[in-house]
Each structure stands twice: as structure tokens, then as C-alpha cells.
Antibody
Framework: QLVQSGAEVSEPGASVRISCKGS????????VHWVRQAPGRGLEWMAI????????NYAQKFQGRVTMTRDMSTNTVYMQLGSLRSDDTAVYYC?????????????WGQGTLVTVSS | DIQMTQSPSSLSASVGDRVTITCRAR??????LAWYQQKPGKVPELLIY???TLQSGVPSRFSGSGSGTEFTLTISSLQPEDVATYYC?????????FGQGTKVEIK
């Protein structure tokens, strides 16, 4: 399973960091995606990271604002989103993928609500 | 990036009805398509991958078809627990793109 950190409230211009901890499988053999869902809206892919090597690939929209890190000792990946705006208010999910350039997502985290408000 | 367009955006059907949702890609994506179900207030769940392969544990009333630019998700006999929003997802060329979703309700 994938377990995410709790809800966050941040001010505009600040950064937020969300964690995603994997368990019950070989964490270094799968990739982790991040996707978000604004209130009442659809799903928007943000990035993929390789927990084993640390490489990342970002959707063009988020390049320069998203930073991915990981801690292999705890099977945890982190997604930091900077320069927050009100339209970044959303539920952020991590999800597991099997390949680097393709593939579906078979397990998802429970989601982390990020609220951007002054 | 390849855009995915779902239709309809919402539908209302009776229990036992056959329901069909369409997803179209702006250009061909082979069979690199998945379908997810998101029940109200819940996390999305994988239903179908490779356009037509049913994920383990998913009821057989769900089926997927298509390739290239046009894909279909079919619920053969709608059940009350199928009330949800359904999303198609294209996964190819290191870009993952979702359709805008189809909300399914019971009439």
C-alpha cells in the first residue's frame, strides 16, 4: 500500500512537501507518480520518480515548481511544490506504476489535501 | 501532448441498463489506455488496462474495447454500487493524460 502524509494548509508563495510511504512490495522495483485533483475537477498528472535511482520526469506545466526526493531507508518519496497559488488547492495522490515511460497505476495513496490560503 | 476526450460528461441510467462511455485520443495511442473508477469521496481505482484487460477483482460486468484513437468502457448491467466518475487515462511516451471524466448516476 501507499500511505501519504496528512492535510496541509499553506500560504500563497510558500512551499509544501507531501510524503508517500510504500509498504508490502519491493519499493525499489516500481515507480511513483504524483497526480492531483482540484475540488470538483478531474485528474492531472504531475510527475514520476524512480525511487531506486532518484530520476524524475515532470509534466511540462510543473517543471521548475516541483521537486522530488526520496528516502530509501524508509521506502518514502517526497513531492515538494513551490510558489503555491490558490489554484494549487487540491487533493494530491501518489500512485504506483510499473514502467518508466508507460503503464497504468494499480495502487494509489489515500490522498493529501493541500489548501492554499492566506 | 495528446489530449483525451470523454463522452458523455455525465449520464443517468436505470439499474440493469447497459452503459457505454467513450474516450477519444487526438492521435493514435495503440492500446495504451486504462480506465479508473472514482466513487464519491474515494480514491480512484484501476478497472481496465491495455484497453481491454480487466484488473484482478473487478466485476465482469465491466469491459473495455478499442485501439488507436477510440475506446469504450461498457458496464453490461448497471448496479447501484457503480455510481462513480470514470476516467480514461492514456499512458505512452512518458506522458500520462486523463480524460475529463464521466459521471454515472442511477435514474
Amino acid at each position: 500500500q501507499l500511505v501519504q502524509s496528512g492535510a496541509e494548509v499553506s500560504e500563497p508563495g510558500a512551499s509544501v512537501r507531501i510524503s508517500c510511504k510504500g509498504s508490502g512490495y519491493s519499493f525499489n522495483r516500481y515507480f511513483v507518480h504524483w497526480v492531483r485533483q482540484a475540488p470538483g475537477r478531474g485528474l492531472e498528472w504531475m510527475a514520476i520518480t524512480n525511487p531506486s535511482g532518484g530520476s524524475t520526469n515532470y509534466a511540462q506545466k510543473f517543471q521548475g515548481r516541483v521537486t522530488m526526493t526520496r528516502d530509501m531507508s524508509t521506502n518514502t518519496v517526497y513531492m515538494q511544490l513551490g510558489s503555491l497559488r490558490s489554484d494549487d488547492t487540491a487533493v494530491y495522490y501518489c500512485a504506483r506504476g510499473a514502467t518508466w515511460t508507460s503503464g497504468w497505476w494499480d495502487y494509489w495513496g489515500q490522498g493529501t489535501l493541500v489548501t492554499v490560503s492566506s | 501532448d495528446i489530449q483525451m476526450t470523454q463522452s458523455p460528461s455525465s449520464l443517468s441510467a436505470s439499474v440493469g441498463d447497459r452503459v457505454t462511455i467513450t474516450c477519444r485520443a487526438r492521435q493514435g495511442i495503440g492500446n495504451y489506455l486504462a480506465w479508473y473508477q472514482q466513487k464519491p469521496g474515494k480514491v480512484p481505482e484501476l478497472l481496465i488496462y491495455s484497453a481491454s484487460t480487466l484488473q484482478s477483482g473487478v466485476p465482469s460486468r465491466f469491459s473495455g474495447s478499442g485501439s488507436g484513437t477510440e475506446f469504450t468502457l461498457t458496464i453490461s448491467s448497471l448496479q447501484p454500487e457503480d455510481v462513480a466518475t470514470y476516467y480514461c487515462q492514456k499512458y505512452s511516451s512518458a506522458q500520462w493524460t486523463f480524460g475529463q471524466g464521466t459521471k454515472v448516476e442511477i435514474k
